[in-house]
């Protein structure tokens, strides 16, 4: 999946110590293997680029003060000439080069070759998505008024070419799509689902709450009433004499709390699940799932500026709210060049899909050729057991709407591009979801070990001292 932060963005923040930190080894990067599997070759180049480009993620996401206070790392010196640990010789360089190896190109190559068996390969929107990153680098050296191949050698390395990044870009969008396509076919049993739960069934245990926040007044005299009323409201029983006491606080003289002025509840509601453990939990939170603690008990809550006082409103109990299927295409404007040209496209096919019958089937081989999407390309654009809250609000609301039937279909633009969207059903009880995403993921990763063991890697050790 492509990083939340953008390259180009992260390349912005380069300091000066890049440029004097990369010393020419005297041969190109992009000619030294590194790494290598039965159909795939890394160049020390592709490990150079991987090792700094990571660095620059964290760099653009802690910032320069962020490095240095939650890792030590200063940006002003080379990562060779810091040690991460240095009773065993560690230094930040070793830690960012024992990434991109063992937590990169290791991982991603017996995945690559798996995607060879399979018959997973890029397609040419996948590599309409690589040659978009990599302009994103060329704009960045434009801005920077330097050739694209001077900014890549300083940034990451001397030696680093063009083909070292589409490449990394290729193996990892590769490594990606296959590793999709296992967790996304991975099935999972009723009985394997209700077996999983079974191990801690508390873990599934959600409650809703309510809570209003009495805030004190600077006229100290008046804190006392304050807390009086507060102890009013831990005495309630019930929600519905929570909600007609908030309503009645506003027209007590010591009040110093804002209403809503449209007459709506002050009253705030909070949904918790049992997912943290017993040792990590706050208060409030052991409160809400103790085994005493029924529909109408109250907890109160102070702090220096006031007190909040919580009312449970139901019993304990696994969230059986109902999720919906879909599949969708997604029309991207960063593919499609501008959103008005993946509007376009987006209803010419959408169209012409409609006049073809709109069946299911047609639909998937559309997503597969089209959807911006390519984690769920090999599923048709299948997304299963989504909840209410999940998507974007105008992707939300038409899918949820009370009158949905299976079939229904439309085009609609949200902040992330132009979508074709399709509902096939109900899905699973909310509670499912947590345990088919764990069980989806152990499926996985028996995969990735099954390939790690089935597919040979082997690291070229003695290569890997040109890269500075």
Partial sequence: MKKTLSRATALILLLAFAVCSFASCGKQLSEIDAVKSENFTITAGMVSYSLYDTYYYYLNSYGE??????????????????????????????VFLDDALNNGFVNALPLCEAAIADGVELTELDKKFVETEIKEVADSAEKDGKTFEEYIEEIYGKGVSKEDIRKTLEIYRLANKKLYKDYETAEVT??????????????????????????????????????????????VGSEEEFEALVADYKNQAFCVDKFPEDGSSAVKSAFYQNTTEDSEKTDLEKWI?????????????????????????NEAAKNTSQT????????????????DNAKLLADNIYSSWKEDGATLENFKELANKYTADYATSYTGGYYANVASGDLVTELNDWLFEDSRVIGDSAVIATEYGIHIIYFAGEGEPYWKISVIQALKDEKSAHLMESYAELYGVEVLENNLKYIK
């Avoid at 409650?207 to 102890?231: C, G, M, W």
């Avoid at 919906?324 to 959103?339: E, G, V």
């Fill in 65 to 94: 003060s962020g490095l240095s206070y939650y890792f030590g790392i200063d940006t002003k010196i080379p990562l060779r000439d810091q040690y991460y640990d240095k009773e065993q010789g560690i230094t930040w360089f070793d």
């Fill in 190 to 235: 009723q009985e394997e689902i209700e077996e999983f739960a079974a191990k801690d069934p508390d873990s599934y245990l959600c409650r809703d709450v309510k809570y209003f926040t009495l805030t004190y007044s600077n006229e100290t005299e008046k804190n006392p009433l304050i807390k009086e009323y507060a102890e009013k409201l831990k005495a």
């Fill in 289 to 313: 799932f103790a085994a005493d603690t029924v529909k109408g008990s109250t907890y109160f809550e102070e702090s220096t500026t006031g007190c909040t006082i919580y009312i449970a409103v």
């Fill in 324 to 339: 919906r299927n879909m599949y969708h295409i997604l029309f991207s404007a960063d593919i499609y060049d501008t959103l």
